[in-house]
């Protein structure tokens, strides 16, 4: 199983920055996309930011500016910074891998428990 280890989250005021980092572990794994998606309450789980391994990278329309995705594929590790919070931005944000299984010859998708980002003042 390949795990997943989210953290960074937080309290934060309105205007503010937060970096939440995802650190991927397991044995004969190739990851091929990392990324982030968030689900507050009431709503459906949605896209944030996610980087392809060639580092390409796409984000939702309501973070474009705002956010921004990088990875370090030698720690198997994606970040998300992200500045000018809003009080919209709270949520649970949850790191995601799409990832090949050399143990099961299966490609799966992998997600992180999840970290609460709360932004107020």
């Known amino acids: 199983q390949l795990q997943l280890v989210e953290t960074g989250g937080g309290l934060v005021q309105p205007g503010g920055s937060l970096r939440l980092s995802c650190e991927a572990s397991?044995?004969?794994?190739?990851?091929?996309?990392m990324g982030w998606f968030r689900q507050a309450p009431g709503k459906q789980r949605e896209l944030v930011a996610v980087?392809?391994?060639?580092?390409?990278?796409n984000y939702g329309d309501s973070v474009k500016g705002r956010f921004t995705i990088f990875k370090d594929s030698v720690k198997n590790a994606v970040y998300l910074q992200m500045n000018s919070l809003k009080s919209e931005d709270t949520a649970v944000y949850y790191c995601?891998?799409?990832?090949?299984?050399?143990?099961?010859?299966?490609?799966?998708?992998?997600w992180g428990q999840g970290t609460q980002v709360t932004v107020s003042s």
């Open positions: 980087v392809t391994p060639s580092g390409g990278t």
């Open positions: 397991g044995r004969r794994f190739s990851i091929n996309s």
């Open positions: 995601k891998a799409d990832a090949w299984d050399a143990n099961t010859y299966t490609r799966n998708d992998y």
